[in-house]
């Protein structure tokens, strides 16, 4: 059964840092990985889709990784600002799922301090 | 823009209760969602959809039913509800074709069963 974790749960930096979240997961046979941002009270966010057969993807300052083979994406913030502040989730889909079957992990709570 | 619109931002309701929680997604998607969310658990899915009047289970379907007899709405119905039920209601909706996978989410219902 797929499993994915998200470590650590918070995380709390000073502006202007450079950051990196990590997301785990324990079956490598995905069809994707996605990451989201949630504000606090609010939905989720889209930030970025990485195909199975992708390595990153790059949305401004965002920078999403994968390597299946590990099990392991990271989503990497660059010159982290107070607005970034929020909870970042990631999600798979396995192959042979629905997207019925996304599977998520429970998040990390980032805090940029000005 | 895609939006995917929640007819409710907070409700209260008492237990027992028949309760209709109503989304509306305004970009064709053929694939739409219910996920609960509590702190602890993450985002657990409820029912989806992907295509008009189909549905199916997702881990949590105890205790509700959902309807989808238009292509943009989508709604969860709690028969009758109870305290346990307290949480963060979140729709989402995607394509099934070209993107596969990337959700949209609603803004959330938060509710509440006394």
């Known amino acids: 059964k797929q499993e994915v974790t998200q470590i650590p749960a918070a995380l709390s930096v000073p502006e202007g840092e450079n950051l990196v979240l990590n997301c785990s997961f324990t079956d490598s046979a995905i069809y994707n990985l996605q990451w989201f941002r949630q504000d606090p009270g609010k939905g989720l966010t889209s930030l970025l889709l990485i195909q199975s057969s992708q390595r990153e993807q790059t949305s401004g300052r965002l920078n999403a990784s994968l390597d299946k083979s590990s099990g392991r994406s990271t989503l990497y913030i660059a010159a982290s600002q107070p607005g970034d502040s929020a909870t970042y989730l990631c999600a798979v889909i396995n192959y042979g799922g629905s997207q019925g079957n996304l599977i998520f992990g429970k998040g990390t709570k980032l805090s940029v301090k000005p | 823009d895609v939006k995917v619109t929640q007819s409710s931002r907070y409700l209260v309701k008492r237990t027992g209760e028949k309760v209709f929680l109503e989304c509306v997604q305004d970009m064709d998607h053929e694939n739409m969602f219910w996920y609960r969310q509590d702190p602890g658990l993450g985002l657990r899915l409820i029912y989806f959809?992907?295509?008009?009047?189909?549905?199916e289970k997702g881990d949590i379907p105890e205790g509700y039913s959902v309807s989808r007899e238009k292509k943009e709405r989508f709604s969860l119905i709690l028969e009758s509800a109870s305290t346990n039920q307290t949480s963060m209601y979140l729709c989402?909706?995607?394509?099934?074709?070209?993107?596969?996978?990337?959700?949209?989410f609603g803004s959330g219902t938060q509710l509440s069963v006394l």
């Open positions: 989402a909706s995607s394509f099934s074709g070209q993107g596969v996978g990337k959700l949209f």
């Open positions: 959809s992907y295509d008009v009047k189909m549905k």
